[in-house]
């Protein structure tokens, strides 16, 4: 099922704040209206945000009123600008919004013709996220023996990316194959991704999911309750993976246990020219700490800390599966230059 789509000058998502217990249909007409879903977590995984990104450009092109190239070339960076200044530590949205830009710069055409393409870009990205999901699954399900229970963090389903998933995408393929496994998902606070989403997804499938609280995951290890961990990323540099808040403790923990951890991500993740020490961690507001289910319940005005993502550096990760196939750790070095495994 795909997660975005565009129809007729419209993009076709789900609200995913209203999931599980409601499946509202969101129909975004503006780049603004874009922003404002990409803000609020509407639309969210990193996957998913380069294609709402793409996508955001296609409507910015198709609402300009502008009559010669280069104003249309304007009205796109005035809406690459909205939609960077959105959230800042999934690359895949600096790199779709990027793409997109290029390609319109690159091609010189008439006003119309330009606008056709820059819908055709967005289109081929969303359906590159989908197929990249689709080989990483299988590439992934390689590494998952009948019998594991799999322990993923926050979602990196269907619906952060285009289609399929990352982390669950290779879950399912295993699945798919006939592996009997199951999957502990961690509820992850403090937007609970995991508790209203993974959890969903895989309960939906028919994949055996059992939910716990973030604060557990040791005493899983620890249980030996899982054996192997299977994580997404919003941007993996040069010497770590950067995921949701939580992912660097699971990490530290499946060493400490000898517990295999695997990261999937497509290639439009990946930031090979940076380290983590460059990328801009998001700080959100006090409120999602400080309240649950929409009612206070830390002391008014107590000090938070609200980062959405936390930086495992790659000594801690067994392998890093995408489309393109998986570096193990023995291959890190290609990884960082770019090289296939
Ligand atoms: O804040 P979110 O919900 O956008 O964070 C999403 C994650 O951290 C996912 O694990 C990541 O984007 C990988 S999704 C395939």
């Known amino acids: 099922m795909r997660t975005i789509k565009w129809q007729d000058g419209t993009v076709i998502t789900i609200d995913q704040t209203r999931l599980p217990l ?23 995984g990193a996957p998913l945000l380069g294609a709402a990104a793409a ?13 010669c190239e280069s104003e249309l070339l304007a009205d796109l960076e005035d809406a690459v600008q909205t939609l ?3 959230r800042p ?12 830009l290029g390609k319109a710069r690159d091609f010189r055409g008439r006003v119309e013709e330009t606008k056709a393409i820059v819908v055709q870009e967005a289109q081929r990205i969303a359906d590159e996220d989908a197929e990249a999901n689709l080989a990483m699954g299988e590439n992934g399900a390689a590494l998952i023996n009948d019998g594991d229970v799999i322990l993923t963090h926050c979602n990196a389903g269907e619906l952060a ?43 939906r499938d ?3 999911v059992t939910l716990i609280t973030d604060s557990m995951v040791g005493y899983v290890m620890q249980k030996r309750l899982v054996n192997k961990v299977i994580v997404g990323a919003d941007r993996i540099v040069q010497d770590a993976v950067v995921n949701k808040i939580g992912t660097f403790t699971a990490a530290v923990l499946a060493h400490e246990h000898g517990v295999p951890f695997y990261v999937a991500a497509p290639k439009s993740t990946f930031d090979l020219t940076r380290t983590a020490s460059e990328v801009i961690i998001e700080e959100r507001k006090p409120a999602e700490v400080t309240h649950y289910g929409g009612q206070q319940v830390a002391a008014e ?5 609200n980062p959405a993502f936390d930086i495992t550096p790659l000594k801690y990760v067994t392998a890093i599966i995408y489309e393109g196939g998986v570096y ?14």
């Open 89 to 100: 530590t999934a690359v895949n949205l600096f790199w779709a919004a990027d793409r997109v």
């Open 22 to 44: 409601e499946t509202v249909t969101l129909k975004i007409k503006t780049v603004d209206e874009m922003a404002e879903a990409i803000k609020n977590l509407r639309v969210r």
């Open 55 to 67: 996508y955001g450009l296609a409507l910015a092109a198709c609402n300009s009123n502008a009559t």
């Open 328 to 341: 193990y750790q023995k291959d890190f070095a290609k990884f960082k230059a770019g090289i296939s495994p």
């Open 206 to 208: 028919g994949i055996p």
């Open 301 to 305: 005005g107590i000090g938070v800390l």
């Open 161 to 203: 990316t285009v289609e399929y998933g990352t982390a669950l995408g290779v879950i399912r393929a295993a699945w798919k194959q006939g592996k009997k496994i199951k999957v502990i998902a961690t509820e992850t606070r403090p937007l609970l991704q995991g508790a209203r989403l993974t959890a969903y997804e895989l309960k």
């Open 84 to 86: 960077k200044s959105t």
